[in-house]
């Protein structure tokens, strides 16, 4: 009879005994813990020092934009998803570990209104998640060799994969109260994803967009309009589980409230008034967001009334076939083969990549680039310009044209490369293209840029075309190999253009060097087109690279016939430069020059 | 001093393994197992890199359960008893050390077993090995750590820390790189590097399995009870 009066009285008091208002109190509550949680911080800091590093060391110099917005999504998804993941885990589980649960029956907020706050008090970080995001971007889109345009479909999978995982946290810690199963969750997430992106698995490495965050990676960045990504169904699908997995959370409580009222109404004592005083008040609003009706006061009802039973269990269900709906339809359209624009375009891409370039003209040398990539045409002439540098005048003002190419289908699946006779026929399939666009001879360049590598096999084909430019106008025809292969003289001098070019050719020239076996390969292991210098040739050309420039470009310029003639040999070369050359390997190392 | 130790330490065994908090480990582990074992039953031809890498993830795993291994819900009691607390801790680290070193050879087992084209053999498991002891030593660590307050739960620490610490192992830039494929020439001074946080891994434990009440305040406390004592003796004399 006590509790009964007592009850009566909380409920004069409490206005309207709507808990949504301690809800959300609760929610903010919990929200600005999420935000100052040892985990939260720690992850932001490993997101933070990863981008850091980025800037640091000079590797944001060109980005790619429509490549940006998506390659970071794995990590993101790591270290940001799983810190909300484990924190909003920790949070849902903090009564059960501190054994203060039976505590929570006394206060007006219901088990799944209590879900629903740790469910809202994801949003602030996902808020947080975005703004780091587009700061990013924003940071990447004002740096003067910024290519291409981001697509805000990939950079809202950003917070949304957050607030997915920050829902599984909630969704785990009802059906577990085990501290482990997130981590666990956690560990599986990137293994799956990895795996997915096998592409020797049946359906190739199309698989990973069921996961939250695809690894299907295209070979090298590509123009807008050759992309394929289905992101905005992927954005769809993911907030389909988003609503699917909270609702799934708050039908866990509602289905745990509902039962532990049921055995405590049957253990209660006869006569004895309602244990709580909010019993059976229902559930919340399913969907994070959006406006219910007001809800029935409960305070001091023993037993749930039927029909907010009824309501709480209808808005559940309507919320879950929907979020399963959308994940099920848009999961499904992530499948659809690639529009019919996309794949005319990658074909004209591949066939006329004029068709979708414009072309810019420097001096004597004309710059072809997709669009969206203009921006690079200065950081590219700066190389070609190093490269001129070292040839004899006449030579530098012939006429030069570069040309940008992208591969949409990797090359390389398994390790395999190219036989001989297909490199043959898709160089001379490129050669055929150029010569069609007005630009015979371009030289190609590919999608990615700014650092060593890129730099050096773009030089070190600019110097392959010059040094065979230079022997076809001594003995009249193009003396060159499919393989793009130079020995003896023309090798070492083709090697010295490309590594002299810039300081960043140097580096990665470097580079090349100490990763290679047999010889050093310029240009990107997608393109048929390519230079090698086998490894003596290279030996002398870094021993070149350490004498002063200048003075190696004028002995270069006084016998340029010689450097350039296809017979000339490495010794000569070594002598003409003042530099020792190495002896010639045992036969069965030695590289075999067509 | 140190028999009668050991001797305890002995006679703890049995019991401190049926205290332990085995199904946070076990769930570890035995994801661990599903991690190696799914690929290695599937005809999938892996290369050694994918298994290298396969064998790190069930390492991370077994190390986020060997974390909670030490948890202790009775931690405030157990505080006081006459038993040193590194005594407790080796008593129970005798015991995870053969169970984790089981489940472990376990999983090299199926791994080996399981990989296609003969690569099995040329898998470097010594090196792998090398890592999974690192992690769990420095779950271990972290755990000790955190329960020198009178905590109960370690893993709640343990966890966290050693996720923390894979994603930065697998951030680190190429010249402070952790975890290296197997093919290339960084896997020995990746090693070394592997050796030194084990060794400050064990170190660390060691060290933090030393009781946290400070002696001194003990010394303080007896000593001026003692002079307590002789002062009251002199009084009652007087």
Redesign the interface.
């Known amino acids: 009879m006590t509790t009964m009066l007592t009850a009566d009285r909380v409920r004069a008091e409490t206005p309207a005994g709507d808990p949504r208002r301690a809800m959300l109190a609760l929610a903010r509550f919990e929200a600005v813990r999420l935000l100052r949680h040892p985990v939260t911080i720690a992850g932001l800091l490993l997101f933070g020092a990863a981008e850091a590093y980025g800037w640091v060391s000079g590797a944001n110099g060109y980005p790619v934009l429509q490549e940006e917005d998506w390659s970071k999504q794995f990590l993101a998804m790591l270290v940001l998803g799983g810190a909300a993941l484990i924190a909003v885990n920790l949070a849902a589980l903090r009564s059960s570990r501190q054994a203060t649960d039976a505590l929570f029956d006394t206060l007006v907020l219901p088990d799944p209104w209590r879900t629903g706050g740790f469910l809202l008090s994801v949003l602030p970080f996902g808020g947080v998640v975005a703004v780091l995001v587009t700061v990013r971007i924003g940071a990447l889109a004002a740096v003067p060799g910024a290519a291409g345009r981001p697509n805000l479909f990939e950079l809202a999978l950003y917070p949304a994969s957050v607030l997915l995982l920050g829902a599984a946290g909630v969704l785990l810690a009802q059906l577990s109260r085990a501290v482990i199963v997130a981590p666990l969750l956690l560990l599986v997430l990137p293994v799956l994803t990895l795996a997915a992106a096998l592409r020797t698995l049946p359906g190739g490495s199309r698989t990973g967009w069921l996961l939250p965050v695809s690894f299907d990676e295209p070979p090298m960045p590509m123009p807008v309009v050759l992309m394929a990504r289905p992101a905005g169904w992927h954005l769809a699908y993911v907030a389909g589980l988003i609503v699917l997995v909270a609702t799934a959370a708050l039908a866990v409580a509602r289905a745990g409230e509902r039962r532990r009222l049921a055995s405590t109404a049957g253990n209660r004592p006869a006569g004895a008034g309602p244990v709580r005083p909010a019993a059976g008040a229902g559930e919340p609003r399913p969907s994070a967001v959006g406006a219910g009706e007001p809800r029935p006061s409960a305070v001091g009802a023993g037993e749930p009334r039927p029909s907010a039973v009824g309501a709480g269990r209808r808005r559940l269900l309507v919320a879950g076939a929907t979020g399963l709906t959308i994940a099920v339809l848009a999961g499904t359209a992530q499948f659809l083969p690639m529009s019919d624009e996309v794949r005319a375009a990658r074909a004209t891409a591949a066939e006329h990549p004029a068709r979708l370039q414009t072309c810019r003209q420097i001096d004597q040398v004309a710059y072809c680039a997709f669009g969206g990539f203009g921006s690079w045409i200065e950081g590219w002439d700066t190389v070609v310009r190093g490269v001129l540098r070292g040839v004899p005048d006449d030579q530098a003002r012939q006429p030069l044209a570069v040309r940008q190419r992208v591969s949409t289908e990797t090359r390389l699946v398994d390790g395999r490369s190219w036989s001989a006779e297909e490199q043959a026929a898709d160089v001379a399939a490129w050669r055929k293209v150029d010569a069609g666009a007005g630009t015979p001879n371009a030289v190609t360049v590919g999608t990615r840029w700014g650092d060593p590598l890129s730099e050096v096999a773009f030089a070190g084909l600019v110097a392959y075309e010059v040094v065979v430019r230079g022997g076809a106008q001594a003995d009249g025809r193009r003396a060159e190999a499919a393989s793009g292969q130079l020995c003896g003289a023309r090798g070492v001098l083709a090697a010295w253009l490309a590594g002299q070019a810039t300081p960043r050719a140097t580096e990665g020239l470097h580079e090349a060097d100490a990763t290679s076996s047999g010889g050093v390969t310029f240009g990107d292991p997608e393109f048929p087109v390519a230079m090698s210098v086998p490894d003596r040739e290279m030996a002398v050309a870094l021993a070149m690279l350490k004498r002063p420039a200048g003075e190696v470009a004028g002995v270069i310029r006084q016998s340029w016939a010689e450097w350039v003639a296809k017979g000339t040999p490495t010794e000569r070369a070594g002598e003409l430069a003042g530099v020792p050359v190495p002896p010639q390997p045992p036969a069965e190392e030695r590289t075999v020059c067509e | 001093m140190r028999m009668t130790r050991l001797r305890v330490a002995l006679l703890l065994l049995s019991p401190a393994a049926r205290a332990m908090p085995w ?2 480990f076990l ?2 582990a035995g ?1 661990g197992l599903a ?1 190696v074992a799914v ?1 290695a039953a599937l005809p ?3 290369a050694d890199k ?1 298994l290298v ?2 064998l790190r ?1 069930a390492a ?2 077994g190390a ?2 060997i974390g ?1 291994l030490l948890d202790d819900p009775a931690a405030r009691s157990t505080a006081t008893v006459p038993t040193p607390r590194p005594v407790r801790y080796a008593s129970r680290v005798a015991v995870i050390l053969p169970a984790v070193a089981a489940w472990w050879a376990l999983i090299l087992w199926i791994t080996v077993a399981g990989a296609e084209d003969g690569i099995g053999a040329t898998l470097p498991l010594g090196g792998v090995t090398t890592e999974f002891a690192t992690l769990g030593g420095i779950a271990l660590a972290a755990a000790v750590i955190r329960l020198r307050g009178g905590r109960e ?1 370690g ?2 620490v343990a ?2 820390v050693l ?2 610490l894979t ?2 192992a697998v ?1 680190l ?1 190429p010249g402070l790189a952790l975890f290296v494929p197997p093919a290339g020439g960084q896997w020995a001074a990746a090693h070394d590097r592997w050796s030194v946080l084990l060794a400050i891994a064990v170190a660390g434990s060691a060290w933090a399995t030393r009781e946290p009440i400070r002696r001194r305040h003990l010394r303080l406390r007896s000593t001026t009870e003692a002079d307590d004592h002789r002062r009251a003796a002199a009084a009652g004399n007087r």
Request: charged share 5%; glycine share 14%.
């Open positions: 199904a946070a769930a570890g994801l991690i690929p999938v031809a892996l994918d890498g396969l993830a991370v795993c986020v359960g909670f739960s893993g709640i966890f966290p996720l923390a994603v930065t951030l830039p």
